[in-house]
Structure formats: C-alpha cells, structure tokens
C-alpha cells in the first residue's frame, strides 16, 4: 500500500509538532557547538507551513506538499537549515513527480534525492558532523529495504531508525562544516543539532506512515 | 534574561521600526519582506550594495545605509541568516541599472541565501556579483571546512567599497576593491562574557569569574579556546600575534587599526586595549595610517571585544577618507 | 570583576593615552596633570570649553572635544571628581581671550572642585563662567538637597554651546544658551545591571534576574526603586511619563529625542526603546525635531538606558545642526 | 604639655596608615549608599602626603604640616571629599597659625575651624547624613573639655569619641546632602563613609596624641 497526500499532510503535522516540541533541546544543542537558533529557526518555518495546508487544491499530491513545504522553509526559516532543508524538499518532490501514491522504491528515491540535494548545496561530506550524517544512513536503510521489497511504511521505519542511530553517532566527530567546525576539536562531544531535527522529521514520517496504515 | 525588550519574537521588527524613525533623513523601511534601504535609492548609475545577516551585531549593517557606503540592509532575526525573499527585495529596490554588489560573511547560512537570492535577481535582469568576507584567523581555513569567518573586516570592506561605488565606480571595480579589502583584513576575538539570544532566553556558553574566550565569532558562539584572564596587554598581543603572522604584516607596512568592541565592553577599555595595540605595532615598525575604535560589529550584550587590521594601500586610504553618512559611520559631509 | 584592563589604577591614564593615540588629528593630551585638548587649542578670540568629571562615562567628556564642541576635558578618576589642578591647566590651555565656560554636572565633588580651578583661574586673569547641569528629574529637588544630578543632558549642552561658542558668541551668550539648554532638558534612567568600579573590584549593588533599578545615575548608584523587569514599551513610559509631567513638555513642542545606553546595552534594544519613545510623544502631540540613540553618557559596563528630551527653539535647532568634529560626535565635516 | 611637630607628623602617618587599613570598609561603605571611591580617593590623597612629610624644612610648625595636608588633599583626591578635607585641613592650619605647640584650647579652635570651612564649603548641616555630622559633636566635646582646662590629648580623645558616635548616629539618617541624597529614603539604614573617614582621622589625632604624652 502507497501513501498519498493524507500521509504527506500527516507528516507535516507531525514534523511541526515534533520541532515545536524539542524547540528547546534543539536550541540547546546549536547553542553548545552553534549560536542557538536552530530550533527557533525550524519551529518558526514549520509554524508557518500548517496554515498553508488547508490551501492545498484538491487533487494535490504528495510532490506537492513537499514543494510546500520546500518553499515556505526556504522564505521563513534563514540560516544553513532553511536553504539546505528548503533544497531537500524540493528535490523530494521533484523525486515523487505528480504521483499520486509513493510505494516503497518512491519514497527511497525521494529520500535520495533530498539527501542529495543537501550534499549539492552544503558540500559536507559524510563524517563532517552536519545533518547529513543522519540522512545517509537514512537512505542507505531506505534503499535497502526498498530494494528488498518493503513497503513504505517499512521503508521510512528504516530510515527513521537509521537517521537517529546517524545522529546519535555525530557525538564523538569533529565539525568540518557549519559553524560547529569553528570550534575545532571542542566541537566534538556534541550532538549535531541539524543532524538530530533530520532524525525527528523522519521519524515524524515513519510515524505517519503507521497512522496511515492504520486508516 | 535582562532585556529591554518586549516580545523576543518581535525585537527586530521593533527595533528596525526605531532605527527607522530616528533616522528617516537616512533611511526607509520596508517591512513584508523587512530591509532598510537608503532614502534616495534607488540611485541611477551608481552601483547599488547590499549586506545582511542574522540582526544583534548592530550597527552592523543598518548602521552603515547611507551616502558613501550601504545601499541596503537585510536583517535577519537573530543571529541567523535571512531568507533570500528580503534580500531579492532590497536588491530590486537599489538597483540602479549599474549592477548590484552583495556583502557576505562567510556563513554557511548567509552564503546559501545570499546565493538564492542573487540567482532569483539574475532571473529578473539584475546583474549581481558577490563578494564573501572571511577575515577571521581564529578559524583555521581548508579546502574541506566551512572556512573563516567574516567578523569585522567586513565594516572596513562596506565602507571602501561604498565609497567606490559613491564615486561611481562599475561593478567589477567596485568588486574588486572590496576582495583586496577582504584579502588585506585580518581579525581576531575575545570574549569576557557570553551574551543571549532574546528567543534562547540563556546564555550561549558559561564562563567561570577568572575565565575568558579566545578566538570567538559574533554569535555568541564559544572560541577556539578557553583560558584565564589575563591583563590587557597580554590580551592585546594574544590577537595581534596571531593576526601579524597570517597576512604576514611587516615593517613598513601601513594600516589600519580597528578595535571592536562585541557590545557590552566600555569604551574605556576598547582605548586601554587600543593603546598596547599601537605601541606593539609600532615596536615592529609597522605604521597606523587611520584608526576606528568602538562597537561597530557586536554579539548583543557581549563583553569582549577584536582587533582587525587591515593592510592599506593609496585608493583605500582615499576611500576610507571619502565622506561617508550612515547612522554609525559619518564623515566629511 | 572581568575586565579588559592593566593595573586598575592605570585605567584612566591608559586609556587616555589610547584615545590620544588614535584621535591624534583631533585632540592631545597632557599628562601632568591630565587633560584632553583640542589639538589647535586655544583657538584666539574663541570662548573655550572646559568640562570633565569622573572617568568611566565615555565617550563623555574626551570625545566631544574638537571642533564645535569642546575644547579640553578633565577626566578623573573612575566616578571621581577630577581636582583643580587639570581643570586650571585645561582651563589655561584653551583660553582664547575670550574667556572659558565651564560646564560642570552638578556633583558636590564636581562642583567644588570646579569652583576652586575657577578661582584659581580667576586670579591668573581668565574670565571664567560656570554652567551646572542638572537635568535628571529623578532626584527630588529642593534648596535644602543636593539637587538634581546633571546627566544626560550634560550631551546637549556641550554640543550646542559648542556650536555657539565656535561661531564666535561671547562667554555670556555661550553661558545663557547653555543655561537655557539645561533649563529645557529632562532625563531619567534605568538599569538592569549594575557596573563595576575597577578599583572597588564588587559590583555597586545586587539585582535579582528579575529585578531592575529606576531612576539611577550614571555612577553605578542604586536608582530610587527597584521594581521587577518589565516589558520595554512600559519601561520606557515609566522614564517618559516624570520627565513629560516635570517641564511640562506639551502638544506642539518640537524636541530632541534622546536615548543613551549606559554601557553595555545594545543598539538593538536602545532603537527597540526608541520606538516606543517616539509612539508616546506621538499620542501626546510633540513632535520629534532631533534625535540621538546611542551610548554617549555611560556608566561603565551598566546594561541600561536613560531617556533626555530637550524643548527646541530655532537656535537650539540651528546650533544642534551645525558641523562638529570629534571622536563621538561628528557631522557636517 | 601642647602637641607639636612631632605629634603632627604622628598623625599623619597614622591617618595614612588608618586610611590604608579601612579602605576596603570605606569604599563598602560608599557603594552602598554613594560611588563606591571614598576609601580609595582618600589613602591616594594621604599615601601622597607621606613622602612630603620628609621634605618639611627644619622648623616647621604644626600648621605648616596641616597646611600640606591641605593643599596634597586639595591636589590628589579629587571627588567630594578631597575639596572638603582640604578646606578643613587648611582652615585647621589657619588656626594653628606658626604656634609650635598647640595646648587644649588651640586644638579645639583647630577643630573649630576645621569644621566650619567644611561646613562654608559644603553648606550642609547636621542631620544631613554627612561628615558635618561626625564634626560637629567632636568640636562639641573638644570645646566643652578645653573650656574645663584639660590637656590637648584630653581634648582629642573627646573629639575622637564624639566623631565615632557621630557617625554610627547617621545610619538611620535621610541624607539630604552628597550622593546619598539622590537615593532618598533608601540612604536610611547606612552609615556615611565620610563621617566615618572622619572619625578614623580623629581617633588618629588622639592616638598620635597618646604616644606624644608617652615620649
Ligand atoms: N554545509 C553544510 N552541509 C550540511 N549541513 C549543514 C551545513 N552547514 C550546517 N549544516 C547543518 O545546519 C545545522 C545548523 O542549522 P541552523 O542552526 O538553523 O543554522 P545556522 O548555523 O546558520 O545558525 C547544523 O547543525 C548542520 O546540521
Ligand atoms: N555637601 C557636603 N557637605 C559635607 N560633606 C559632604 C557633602 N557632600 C558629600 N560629603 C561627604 O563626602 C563623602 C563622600 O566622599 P567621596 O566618596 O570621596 O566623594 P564623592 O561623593 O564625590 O564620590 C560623603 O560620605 C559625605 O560625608
Ligand atoms: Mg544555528
Ligand atoms: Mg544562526
Ligand atoms: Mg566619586
Ligand atoms: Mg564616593
């Protein structure tokens, strides 16, 4: 079973609730290796796509909901993550195309194209200590199961899984990118914050995604 | 927190609204996208420049939009980058058919929205060029990190490069002064105390009564180092040392000497750290052609303070000497 | 106590050589006894402009000396009154022949001390006239006190007798315009934290993190109240509503707008306070002729502010306008 | 037996020397209710005086020494205190006149006078929470003892006494003159760093006066 636009306006939802939520662990990471507004900068871009929801045309699809979400981060948010979450989504939606309904291989290849696109944009490589630490295992994972025949849900569960296990692991590395990298060896010990807001936004479509099976 | 403040989510729409009303000989406002832009801009034929960045480094930039220097200023909240929609905005609105110069710290979040915004402006016809400041040496530079920072040589870069462009310089002339400003800056910080950003409510890192950053940005964001206080002197060479190494400046060398202070540190100790500056200078036969001493780039509430020199030549000095007239920056007119 | 300096008993001498380092085209400085002057005082046929005071109020009194303000200041030590000896010495270097004003805040110190120096000046044959400012409307007045503390307003006389004096007025209209300068202003202010004297080593007084302290002067002393922190539009009405009430500044007054940081606010809230400054005289129908936002009279590393308005006349109006060239003021040359 | 030459140096040594021990109190005492300086402007004035006091040509009077006090004071300590001290040191030295030794009713004039060019210059009066008010029951108590015929170490012992009581006497005070007076009521419930300079200086009088008598 594919998810459609009802999973994809779930995930929204979810992901604002789950940014407003840890706003403040959020911004208690990026003040130890950043300057502290990453939460604030993500809650605030989240904050202000809900109410563009109800505007979605009927007929909408999943490709458009990213793009929504795409260019409202990239107007609202500022800072790194709002161009780097903002080229992300777009390049997500671009992946899922006018589809109406994202199986597994779909949603792996729009999780490929948004880490892609913030690879493209941020150059950090992976072991830089940026979110792109959570998001490359994340779609190792996804391919993997998309690859062995998992449904969506199964897909974004492993993804999910693999980003927070991918955030996690930033604690020990040294920052080569984003400000973290201005720190030098007393960057390391910390968690990534952007890594750590990749792993609630995907674990936030995981979480959609069992709802939606649920329907 | 202790602030004169009233909603932190509104305190750069607030205070932009004052700046805006204590200098409307200087200055506009527009607020939906929020810049500051100069009263008569767009001006025809002179290249139009546009900075910006996260707000609490005032006067940066707002400060500097004015005859001689900015065209437009593009606050971002606080401490963080704005989006490219505002920035696309002001470049429309001082585009005077010569071509649009951005001045960029080397941020990652800057430079990225920066980016957008000038790549949207190309699609409508504006030809913009960029340039990024990066004069921090605190930060070791590579070709596999974020790079340095751009701290306070980007004031001395705004203000040559505006005055170029005051006097009617093109484009890729006005470019290309700003670069050798950049490329001849040099910077390095301290912090005594941290400062808070209005919507974190807590202070970016603690610092025990006898310790002491080195090395920090404008972010309230820790340094390289931490150590304990030290007298001002010592404090002094711990910048300079590092800073006369980089470019290397030697003897003979003129320049121009900046001390900043990040916001929350009296001028009396800005001129006490001035006056060991020069005297070190001077024991290396380098020579002070001009000077500026004050918060002129700041993190809020910080106490701290950086030293910046940068290496002159003849133009720059006679551009620095150019009248200038913004709310932080005037002179000669 | 964190700070960028020596031995703090050096403080003043070190920064004053600093200043003088890098304000050399403007000013220089004597060292025995210590005072600021203007680098081509005295200026013949010029009334000369002598003022100064404890040290940590900078840029008050040494950066407003230069052309069309001051013409020597006496810095003494941290929040103490300077003795006769520099006030004399100043007040010998600047006199022009056309005698010397002495603008003095009112401070039983400061006062005294200034009156001995005039007397000795007196004896030597310089005509010398006094002017006491007391503009803080803070301190209950009556013949049996001390009287109104002379603070921010302190600004406005310098720079407007300064214009008059370097047009070439004589001591007395010099004297009755600074009179009458301080006759029509009014401040009050604020803090939210309190400053460190370097030699005392402890802070003036403990604040809560919710606690701030109203109607203070700008020598870390303990205001009148300490209410809890409020929000920064009632903040500033609390400053705005004694000073409105105490002239009385009424519908179709044209002011200046003054809002000073005492040290280590930033320009982000000083503007945000602006706002609501400006709005409130707006609802009251006095308009806004002149403003100044900006650390100009300080209290160290206090985070506060004070609010001054000054009732304008056309005079005050023109003389305000005109050029002046110093390290903290500057415009029209 | 007068107090003399010796006696006068005595009490400047031993003024710099109580000074220099309470500074840290005085200055407490003045950033509670003033600018925080008193102690440190005073021990700057005395440490100024002492390497003067080698200087004194052979000869010298009491008066000479009190005059040099005045006019060191006038010239290092800057602030309130250093123009009111060096008006009484120097109307003290006035009264002294080119005595060489000063019995019991010369030492009240001295205070006498001291008093009164504090009280010319600084207009205050008693109840005014300032030094007027540890000088006025010390020249209260030296008059009403000389007028009984004691001895001068008689009479500054009395003086000393009275300036101590003087200024513990101005902690419930409202101060209407000095700094203190911009605090309002608030200055109640602090003792007044002046009155309690001078009380220090007069108990140094006394003493110097102690060690005369021993010689
Ligand atoms: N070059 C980059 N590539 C990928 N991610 C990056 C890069 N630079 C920064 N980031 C991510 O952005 C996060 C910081 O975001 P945020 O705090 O919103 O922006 P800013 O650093 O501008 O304040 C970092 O934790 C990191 O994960
Ligand atoms: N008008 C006055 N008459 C008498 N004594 C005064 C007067 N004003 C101040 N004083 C005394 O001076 C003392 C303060 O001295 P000091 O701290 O050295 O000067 P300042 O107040 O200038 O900092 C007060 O404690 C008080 O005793
Ligand atoms: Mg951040
Ligand atoms: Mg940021
Ligand atoms: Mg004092
Ligand atoms: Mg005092």
């Known amino acids: 079973m594919g998810l459609d636009?009802?999973?994809?306006?779930?995930?929204?939802?979810?992901?604002?609730?789950?940014?407003?939520?840890?706003?403040?662990?959020?911004?208690a990471l990026d003040r130890e290796i950043g300057d502290g507004d990453h939460g604030e900068n993500l809650d605030r871009g989240f904050q202000a796509v809900l109410p563009k929801l109800d505007d979605l045309a009927a007929g909408s699809t999943p490709g458009d909901v990213l793009k929504l979400v795409a260019t409202t981060l990239i107007s609202t948010v500022g800072g790194a993550a709002g161009?780097?979450?903002?080229?992300?989504?777009?390049?997500?939606?671009?992946?899922?195309?006018?589809?109406?309904?994202?199986?597994?291989?779909?949603?792996?290849?729009?999780?490929?194209?948004?880490?892609?696109?913030?690879?493209?944009?941020?150059?950090?490589?992976?072991?830089?200590?940026?979110?792109?630490?959570a998001w490359t295992p994340a779609v190792e994972a996804a391919d993997a199961e998309a690859a062995s025949g998992a449904d969506a849900r199964t897909v974004l569960e492993a993804a999910a899984s693999a980003a927070e296990a991918g955030a996690e692991a930033t604690e020990p590395l040294v920052a080569r990118?984003?400000?973290?990298?201005?720190?030098?060896?007393?960057?390391?010990?910390?968690?990534?914050?952007?890594?750590?807001?990749?792993?609630?936004?995907?674990?936030?479509?995981?979480d959609a995604a069992v709802a939606a099976a649920g329907d | 927190m202790k602030k004169i403040i009233n909603d932190p989510k509104r305190v750069v729409d607030e205070s932009v609204a004052g700046f805006a009303a204590a200098h409307a000989d200087l200055v506009r406002v527009e607020y939906d996208p929020i810049f500051v832009v100069r009263a008569d801009a767009p001006v025809a034929g002179k290249v139009g420049l546009v900075s910006g960045g996260g707000s609490g480094h005032e006067p940066l930039h707002a400060g500097y939009v004015g005859y001689g220097m900015l065209d437009a200023a593009v606050p971002g909240a606080v401490f963080t980058s704005p989006t490219p929609d505002p920035i696309l905005a002001a470049t429309?609105?001082?585009?005077?058919?010569?071509?649009?110069?951005?001045?960029?710290?080397?941020?990652?979040g800057d430079v990225l929205n920066f980016e957008t915004a000038a790549d949207l402006a190309a699609a409508e016809g504006i030809e913009v060029r960029a340039v990024v400041t990066n004069d921090d040496v605190a930060v070791k530079d590579s070709l596999y990190t974020a790079g340095r920072r751009g701290v306070a040589g980007t004031v001395l870069v705004e203000k040559i490069a505006g005055a170029a462009a005051q006097r009617g310089d093109s484009l890729d002339e006005v470019a290309a002064v700003a670069e050798r400003v950049n490329a001849n800056a040099r910077s390095m910080g301290l912090a005594l105390t941290p400062c808070i950003v209005p919507h974190a409510?807590?202070?970016?890192?603690?610092?025990?009564?006898?310790?002491?950053?080195?090395?920090?940005?404008?972010?309230?964001?820790?340094?390289?180092?931490?150590?304990?206080?030290e007298p001002a002197d010592r404090l002094v060479d711990r910048l300079l040392d590092p800073i006369l190494d980089d470019l290397p400046f030697g003897s003979g060398d003129r320049v121009l000497l900046f001390v900043n202070g990040m916001g929350g540190t009296p001028q009396l100790e800005l001129y006490l750290a001035y006056r060991r500056?020069?005297?070190?200078?001077?024991?290396?036969?380098?020579?002070?052609?001009?000077?500026?001493?004050?918060?002129?780039?700041?993190?809020?509430?910080?106490?701290?303070?950086?030293?910046?020199?940068?290496k002159l030549d003849d133009e720059m000095i006679q551009l620095w000497d150019a009248p200038v007239q913004t709310a932080a920056l005037r002179w000669g007119r």
Chains 1, 4 share one sequence.
């Open chain 1, 5 to 27: 636009i009802t999973w994809a306006v779930d995930w929204v939802r979810r992901s604002a609730e789950t940014v407003a939520e840890h706003r403040t662990r959020l911004i």
């Open chain 2, 201 to 229: 409510g807590e202070p970016s890192f603690t610092l025990a009564e006898d310790e002491i950053e080195i090395g920090i940005g404008i972010h309230g964001e820790p340094g390289r180092e931490r150590i304990k206080l």
């Open chain 2, 277 to 310: 500056a020069a005297e070190a200078l001077g024991e290396r036969g380098i020579e002070i052609a001009r000077s500026l001493v004050g918060n002129y780039i700041t993190a809020l509430e910080m106490q701290g303070m950086s030293i910046t020199l940068l």
């Open chain 1, 177 to 206: 990118k984003g400000r973290a990298s201005y720190l030098g060896e007393r960057s390391a010990g910390h968690r990534d914050p952007g890594a750590e807001s990749s792993a609630l936004l995907l674990r936030a479509a995981a």
């Open chain 2, 92 to 108: 429309k609105a001082v585009d005077g058919g010569a071509g649009v110069l951005h001045i960029v710290k080397n941020y990652t």
């Open chain 1, 83 to 133: 161009p780097l979450y903002g080229t992300a989504y777009l390049k997500g939606a671009m992946a899922a195309g006018s589809a109406t309904s994202l199986d597994g291989p779909a949603i792996a290849a729009v999780l490929t194209a948004a880490r892609d696109g913030i690879v493209a944009r941020g150059k950090a490589e992976s072991g830089d200590k940026t979110m792109v630490d």
